[in-house]
């Protein structure tokens, strides 16, 4: 999963035609380490995604820009526009995220 740095590297890896997903993440975040315990699995599975991951905290605008409210949040991005969300509450488990992604692929 690649890191994101820059508000230029954000942008333009969402405007990609190939859809992203966006891990929103925070230091301090138990369950942002937990969903790190599990994510690589989950990655290999949904190769059809790029995966990147973004310091929430680093990047406040885009957290409230995108509805970011709680953390880990993974946001699906294609040509620019947000087409899902996966709320931090329902990001807890492997099977949760595959749930949310299996939605998103029918």
Same mark, same amino acid.
């Given at each position: 999963? %690649? &890191?994101? $740095?820059?508000? %230029?590297?954000?942008? /333009?890896?969402?405007?990609?035609? $190939?859809?992203?997903?966006? $891990? ?5 975040c138990p369950d942002c380490t937990r969903m ?7 990655? !290999?599975?949904? #190769? /059809? ?12 605008? *885009?957290?409230? &820009? ?6 880990? #949040? *993974? *946001?699906?991005? $294609?040509?620019? %526009? &947000? ?8 990001? &807890? #488990?492997? @099977? /949760?995220?595959? @749930?949310? *992604?299996? %939605? /998103?692929? !029918?």
């Amino acid at each position: 999963m %690649e &890191k994101i $740095k820059s508000l %230029e590297t954000f942008e /333009q890896v969402v405007s990609n035609e $190939k859809p992203v997903i966006i $891990k929103f993440f925070a230091g301090w975040c138990p369950d942002c380490t937990r969903m790190n315990m599990f994510i690589d699995d989950v990655i !290999k599975d949904y #190769s /059809q995604y790029e995966w990147n991951e973004i310091n929430r905290d680093d990047f406040p605008e *885009l957290a409230e &820009k995108y509805s970011v409210m709680g953390i880990p #949040s *993974l *946001l699906i991005f $294609k040509n620019g %526009e &947000k087409l899902a969300h996966l709320h931090s509450a329902n990001a &807890k #488990s492997p @099977e /949760q995220v595959r @749930e949310f *992604l299996n %939605e /998103q692929n !029918k």
